[in-house]
């Protein structure tokens, strides 16, 4: 029996700047039958807020910034995993790139040092703030590191460098074509799945995961019941169990399968 789903936004539920009717109506119906729909982004809480609740009510959990903030159906934050201020100061100081740009997600903003960073391909809701890397105290409240680049092979390449610099203490991965993430070592959407699933007493095999990039496969590979897109990456797809070309369609397996 699935008692839970957790499901990422971008390229899965959140498709050219909207959710689908055919999502919406599935995603309520499956909640008519008591099965807690959550969201698990790379997004920040109050852009994934806005996204979700101008078309549904969800009673899930809200795992923002690929795990580093987690909030109930109450909007409390209930769990936070942030990169600590010394970690951040050394990342700053070991970038080096003339084809990327940093950006923080900080305080539930996105912060970028230039108003012409790459981060606006990804996405057009930040503040530009080019002093922000030289301040004494971040308040250790630094969610992620990201870097930003259309060019893939940089990105492969700091994807390396960072890794080999930093990666006892600190995950870095792709969460896009075009970003790199930089996160707390088990901070992840895997990470904050299994941490809800503790609060709210549901077993790994009662969940079911969806999602699209590779930030998701953490999420995908290893459980029971786990959907890819058919539009992802073919490392993401292997991960899953089955694959979807949209979430009512991988509603629909469920509801299928049990």
């Known amino acids: 029996m699935i008692k839970q789903i957790f499901c990422d936004l971008d390229g899965t539920l959140y498709n050219d700047d909207k959710i689908s009717t055919e999502d919406i109506e599935a995603i309520k119906k499956i ?12 997004r920040m809480f109050s852009q994934a807020k806005k996204i979700v609740k101008e078309d549904l009510e969800i009673d899930g959990y809200f795992i923002c ?17 942030t990169i600590d201020d010394m970690l951040v100061k050394k990342v700053i ?6 084809e990327a740009d940093m950006y923080f997600k900080y305080k539930g903003k996105a912060i970028v040092l230039d108003e ?30 990201g870097i930003a680049s259309k060019n893939p092979e940089e990105l492969a390449r700091l994807e390396l460098y960072l890794t080999s610099e930093f990666g006892e203490v600190l ?11 930089i996160v707390p070592k088990k901070v ?6 299994e941490y809800v699933c503790r609060l709210s007493n549901t077993d790994m095999d009662e969940v079911m995961t969806i999602g699209d990039s590779p930030n998701d496969i953490c999420m995908l590979d290893g459980f029971k019941n786990s959907v890819a897109m058919s539009s992802s990456r073919e490392d993401v797809k292997s991960c899953a169990k089955y694959t979807a070309d949209s979430v009512a369609e991988a509603i629909d397996i469920i509801i299928k399968e049990y």
């Open 31 to 42: 909640e008519e039958k008591g099965v807690i729909f959550n969201v698990a982004t790379g």
């Open 65 to 81: 910034e690929n795990g580093a903030f987690v909030y109930n159906n109450k909007e409390e934050l209930v769990f936070k995993g």
């Open 93 to 98: 100081n070991r970038f080096e790139s003339k």
């Open 116 to 145: 012409d960073s790459d981060f606006k391909f990804f996405s057009t809701n930040f503040i530009v703030d080019p002093d922000f890397i030289n301040r004494n105290s971040y308040e250790n409240m630094v969610g992620n590191i």
């Open 171 to 181: 995950d870095i991965y792709l969460s896009s074509d075009i970003t790199l993430n």
């Open 188 to 193: 992840s959407k895997r990470a904050a799945i």
